[in-house]
């Protein structure tokens, strides 16, 4: 994903009130920018360190600035936006960088299905193979050696996408779990039993029904974000 114009570059003060992030630019001013994360963020940001945002010029944005990467506490840079990671993993699959998910004719993103009125991220249709229910997730919670998690916040919805994947491998489906990994420091991902024990119950039940799941990892820049390696998935 080519990022035109490029990020640009300022020092993150503090974020708060969820979706809302202060930085300071090179200029010495201060602004208020949208901070489009609905988990915690937790180990993702430091005060007073780099953090690169993007600007809009829609005249009916409250906030010109998004914020898009951050600095963590270990001098790693996450991807905090989490409009992207769908757009990633889309490009990903046209590019042919996930070859797990080739072959598919068709693409189509925000599809409604299931029991629990739920929308799929992705959906890959072709003649001659069974459909695929992509759900995406941006993974951002460094632990420490290389591990980054998912979740960094309870998630409710996230254990529920969890249930629909499981229906559709049992009505004869294909379902996938892509954790796209947005920090530079990962080695390897998996769930955050900690944080939230459900979710990581039922991603367990998943995968013993059946749900495929995939780890990829980006390359981040302030003109760029892409799609570009594979990470191991470790449960313990």
């Given at each position: 994903m080519k990022i035109i114009p490029p990020f640009e570059r300022a020092t993150l003060i503090k974020r708060y009130k969820r979706f809302l992030a202060d930085i300071r630019l090179s200029s010495g001013e201060e602004m208020t920018i949208h901070c489009p994360n609905t988990g915690s963020m937790k180990n993702c940001w430091q005060a007073e360190t780099p953090c690169w945002f993007s600007r809009s010029d829609d005249p009916r944005r409250k906030l010109s600035g998004t914020l898009e990467i951050t600095t963590t506490p270990?001098?790693?840079?996450?991807?905090?936006?989490?409009?992207?990671?769908?757009?990633?993993?889309?490009?990903?699959?046209?590019?042919?960088?996930?070859?797990?998910?080739?072959?598919?004719?068709?693409?189509?993103?925000?599809?409604?299905?299931?029991?629990?009125n739920s929308r799929i991220d992705l959906l890959l249709t072709g003649e001659e193979l069974a459909p695929c229910y992509v759900e995406v997730k941006n993974t951002t919670l460094g632990a420490g050696g290389g591990r980054v998690l998912f979740p960094d916040a309870v998630t409710e919805r996230g254990t529920k996408h969890l249930r629909e994947l499981i229906s559709m491998v049992q009505q004869g489906h294909r379902a996938v779990l892509v954790f796209c990994v947005q920090h530079s420091g990962a080695d390897c991902a998996g769930p955050a039993d900690e944080i939230d024990p459900v979710y990581g119950a039922t991603l367990r039940q998943a995968i013993a029904a059946g749900v495929e799941v995939l780890v990829y990892g980006c390359r981040l820049a302030e003109d760029e974000i892409v799609i570009d390696h594979r990470l191991p998935f470790v449960i313990r």
């Amino acid at each position: 994903m080519k990022i035109i114009p490029p990020f640009e570059r300022a020092t993150l003060i503090k974020r708060y009130k969820r979706f809302l992030a202060d930085i300071r630019l090179s200029s010495g001013e201060e602004m208020t920018i949208h901070c489009p994360n609905t988990g915690s963020m937790k180990n993702c940001w430091q005060a007073e360190t780099p953090c690169w945002f993007s600007r809009s010029d829609d005249p009916r944005r409250k906030l010109s600035g998004t914020l898009e990467i951050t600095t963590t506490p270990d001098g790693f840079l996450t991807g905090v936006n989490t409009n992207r990671p769908n757009k990633l993993v889309r490009e990903a699959i046209e590019d042919g960088v996930i070859a797990e998910l080739q072959g598919y004719e068709s693409i189509r993103a925000e599809v409604k299905y299931g029991a629990e009125n739920s929308r799929i991220d992705l959906l890959l249709t072709g003649e001659e193979l069974a459909p695929c229910y992509v759900e995406v997730k941006n993974t951002t919670l460094g632990a420490g050696g290389g591990r980054v998690l998912f979740p960094d916040a309870v998630t409710e919805r996230g254990t529920k996408h969890l249930r629909e994947l499981i229906s559709m491998v049992q009505q004869g489906h294909r379902a996938v779990l892509v954790f796209c990994v947005q920090h530079s420091g990962a080695d390897c991902a998996g769930p955050a039993d900690e944080i939230d024990p459900v979710y990581g119950a039922t991603l367990r039940q998943a995968i013993a029904a059946g749900v495929e799941v995939l780890v990829y990892g980006c390359r981040l820049a302030e003109d760029e974000i892409v799609i570009d390696h594979r990470l191991p998935f470790v449960i313990r």
